[in-house]
């Protein structure tokens, strides 16, 4: 501190006015912040098949989707084997067009590879199972799953005088707002070139279109040469509001010389769609660092197949805690309505400011997600200290030149 000749303050220092501004809070807000990798586990893999059922008829050969994923915070070897199949069956995985025995995951990713199968071709019809085990280079994960095959009948083969009409997959599975494409392969056993017309007949308000094969151009005929066979695609679009269940479609193919149909059916596992939010819109909320902060937010099956093992995940800044309550919905049925509660409770260190807290909402086939704003303020009793040293520093400020001045 200086004074002038005459006793008076001349400067203060202001380093005890920033002291106090400091105590008071900090002002340097801390925007929202990626999800770290130390909310994933240490390590984790999977393998899976992407359709766990699969109907073959006799003869027929399949290429099926394996999926291997690593959940974890490194990346992992992870080496592949088909473990069991029936015997005489050819079964390997693979990709492009050589065979794999492993793949390289990065942490936190999935890679797609294809399990082949080919049964012999006099293969018995029933059920067959084939396994698949994925383990990591040092032995200690392991991941296996199961594809399940059925083999039906020979292929389908509706014959009639001068026209046969073949399919190999006469039954196909899938959801309701779904776009579906049987293949149909017509034979003339005319001797002459003929053409035939093409109709097809399928529940109410169903939209069925013929195309030639690998062409977007629809059809109502086709023009065979004598014994000559054409492939034509059938292709489905179910009634958006049709329920779940088993569907039958005949397809007709006619001449003035000849007649022939194929009886197809469709099996419709209903919609998946799913709709989160907050009851009041608001995705934004207040939180005091070191305190939980609580909020809500609805989950609904708004489409027309359930929904089974709803799980709730949370991107959050590092060290900070958010529970769910329930932590999952075993099952959510069409229209179905549930309400979760969560808790956040930031960290003790958080700085004030705005941050970034993301949930996701996956039900397997279909998933949403929110993104709430948390604002962290600092508790109302440091306010109250800060301001209250404040005080004393100004009372003492003031003392302190009443006291100069009189010298």
């Not at 007649?259 to 995705?283: I, M, Q």
Request: glycine share 8%.
């Amino acid at each position: 501190m200086r004074l002038r000749g005459n006793g008076s303050l001349l400067s203060v220092p202001m380093v005890f006015l920033v002291a106090a501004l400091l105590i008071a809070g900090p002002v340097s807000p801390a925007l929202g912040a990626e999800k770290a990798k130390k909310d994933l586990p240490e390590r984790s893999i999977t393998v899976a098949s992407e359709y766990t059922g699969v109907v073959l008829a006799q003869g027929d050969e399949a290429s099926i989707d394996l999926i291997v994923t690593n959940g974890g915070r490194r990346n992992e070897n992870v080496n592949l084997k088909v473990i069991s199949y029936p015997k005489d069956w050819k079964v390997w995985i693979k990709t492009y067009s050589y065979r794999v025995t492993g793949v390289h995951v990065k942490s936190d990713k999935s890679k797609s590879l294809t399990l082949r199968v080919e049964p012999p071709k006099k293969t018995r019809p029933g059920q067959y199972n084939i396994g698949i085990q994925a383990q990591t280079d040092d032995r200690r994960l392991t991941s296996t799953c199961q594809v399940g095959i059925t083999i039906k009948g020979k292929k389908e083969e509706v014959k009639s005088e001068g026209v046969n009409i073949i399919t190999s997959y006469p039954v196909l599975r899938g959801p309701t707002d779904a776009k579906f494409e049987f293949s149909l392969e017509v034979e003339s056993k005319l001797e002459k070139d003929t053409i035939f017309n093409l109709t097809a007949q399928g529940p109410k308000d169903w939209d069925i279109n013929f195309k030639p094969a690998y062409e977007d151009k629809y059809i109502s005929s086709l023009r065979l040469k004598a014994n000559q066979s054409q492939t034509v695609a059938v292709e489905v679009k179910p009634f958006p509001l049709a329920k779940p269940g088993k569907y039958p479609i005949v397809v007709k193919v006619s001449s003035s010389q000849a007649k022939g149909e194929a009886r197809l059916t469709l099996v419709l596992t209903g919609t998946y769609k799913l709709d989160v939010g907050t009851p009041n819109g608001l995705l934004s909320l207040e939180a005091i660092r070191g305190k939980k902060a609580n909020l809500s937010f609805f989950v609904k099956n708004s489409g027309s197949a359930p929904l089974n093992n709803v799980q709730f995940l949370s991107l959050k800044p590092e060290n900070w805690k958010v529970e769910f309550k329930p932590e999952r919905l075993e099952a959510l049925e069409p229209g179905g309505l549930k309400q979760i509660e969560v808790s956040i409770l930031p960290t003790e260190e958080a700085l004030v400011g705005d941050y970034s807290v993301g949930i996701n909402v996956n039900a397997g086939k279909v998933s949403k997600s929110l993104e709430f704003r948390v604002t962290v303020r600092a508790s109302t009793a440091w306010g109250w200290i800060g301001i209250g040293i404040i005080v004393l520093v100004v009372v003492g400020l003031v003392i302190l030149f009443i006291r100069l001045g009189r010298r």
